[in-house]
């Protein structure tokens, strides 16, 4: 099987602008979550897609939202970009049926904002 | 609330050596409990998870961890270092479909 995609894998954004970064899980996954990685913060929660509803959500600004399609892949955006959003973004997918399932990740997508 | 602590930032080993790396867990609850590493500009690898069915988990590479409920404990493993096991890992405690990270050890192999 295919492993998690993430497009682009690196994005060159100025302050102001929007982005939006795409994930495809492993097929047959239904459920996609999304983490910010900075050195200064570490690894965070942004959200959690599952048939194609937020089922859980992190303490993160409305700015950051997240769909998710019929196909399960799932798109993350962000609006009027701040300095601080520059970070590697990943992407997780797994079947999203309980706490003790494996989340797959993908390779991220590395936004840098200028 | 469920949260891990990973107790040392940096570790450095010589090759060849065992590893240790240390993580303890807060969770009211039997926590689901894995092991990541991340390379180099590369997204995070599973390593092990721990679901309750053994206290001592077999990974991949050579890594095990142990679940010690007592002492709210599980830490990575490794009887001998080798020069690719320097990376970045990450203590994880799965609830309600998120994962909550530690802070993340960094792990250094001296050749």
């Known amino acids: 099987k295919a492993g998690v995609t993430q497009t682009p894998r690196y994005l060159i954004k100025t302050r102001g602008q929007q982005v939006t970064l795409s994930c495809s899980p492993i097929s047959g996954h239904r459920s996609v979550s999304w983490y910010q990685q900075t050195p200064g913060q570490g690894l965070q929660f942004l959200f959690e897609?599952?048939?194609?509803?937020?089922?859980n959500k992190g303490n993160f600004p409305g700015r950051f939202s997240g769909r998710q399609f019929s196909n399960s892949r799932s798109e993350m955006n962000v609006s009027t970009l701040e300095l601080g959003d520059s970070a590697l973004y990943l992407c997780?997918?797994?079947?999203?049926?309980?706490?003790?399932?494996?989340?797959?990740f993908g390779p991220g997508t590395r936004l840098l904002v200028l | 609330a469920q949260s891990v602590t990973q107790l040392d930032s940096h570790v450095s080993v010589s090759e060849g050596t065992p590893v240790l790396l240390r993580c303890n867990y807060s969770s009211s609850y039997s926590p689901s409990l894995f092991w990541y590493v991340q390379h180099p500009n590369k997204g995070l690898q599973l390593l092990l998870k721990?679901?309750?069915?053994?206290?001592l988990v077999k990974g991949i590479n050579g890594f095990e961890a142990e679940f010690k409920k007592s002492e709210t404990s599980f830490h990575l493993t490794k009887p001998s270092a080798h020069m690719s096991d320097a990376a970045e890992y990450f203590c994880?405690?799965?609830?309600?479909?998120?994962?909550?990270f530690g802070t993340g050890t960094r792990l250094k192999v001296l050749a």
């Open positions: 721990y679901t309750s069915a053994a206290t």
């Open positions: 897609y599952f048939s194609e509803t937020q089922r």
């Open positions: 997780a997918s797994s079947h999203g049926t309980g706490d003790q399932e494996t989340q797959y």
């Open positions: 994880v405690v799965s609830r309600t479909y998120k994962y909550i």
